[in-house]
């Protein structure tokens, strides 16, 4: 009798042993696998490839919060600004007003420093390769020109502008 509970004591540690087994695998499938793991905003890539991620540790931005930068969900329609040898594409931007927009600033060849004056007061900093998600609400009593800086790495000076209409 002392046997038999040997071997089903055997058996249970072995089961057991193989379930956790199981249950460690499925976890770590889940946290290599899960979305907060993937390229979040992956639909805009930058010229070299990798995936367009919003603000790093090396992207500084400042400003207070409000105003047409307030926070916003994930939602809206990407418009795209690359700067590229010290240029803009596009150099105004039309957002239909009421909407919540994304503003994808993307520095294709070198460090660029975005500079938005008041009422909205950001500065953003994307080095080469890098690109950025800024929210924009285009509120329903907000309408007219936004016009922001751009500056190379070369000290080369260009304006843009976000028209809500």
Do not use: C, W
Not at 61 to 82: H, L, M, N, R, W
Not at 93 to 98: M, S
Not at 116 to 123: D, G, H, K, R, T
Request: proline share 5%.
């Amino acid at each position: 009798m002392n046997g038999e509970n040997t071997g089903s004591t055997k058996s249970t540690k072995t089961i057991t042993i193989v379930v956790a087994v199981i249950v460690i695998i499925i976890i770590a499938l889940f946290v290599f696998i899960s979305p907060s793991s993937q390229t979040p905003n992956s639909e805009i890539n930058n010229p070299s490839g990798e995936s367009a991620l919003p603000p790093t540790s090396s992207t500084t931005t400042s400003g207070p919060v409000g105003g047409a930068f307030k926070e916003v969900k994930d939602t809206g329609k990407i418009y795209e600004i690359q700067m590229e040898k010290g240029a803009l594409t596009p150099v105004n931007t039309t957002v239909a007003k009421g909407d919540v927009a994304r503003l994808a600033f993307s520095a294709v060849d070198a460090e660029y420093s975005v500079s938005f004056a008041a009422p909205i007061e950001m500065n953003l900093t994307l080095k080469k390769g890098q690109a950025a998600l800024v929210p924009f609400d285009a509120q329903k009593n907000t309408s007219g020109e936004f016009t922001f800086t751009v500056k190379d790495s070369a000290g080369k000076t260009t304006s843009g502008k976000i028209i809500v209409k």
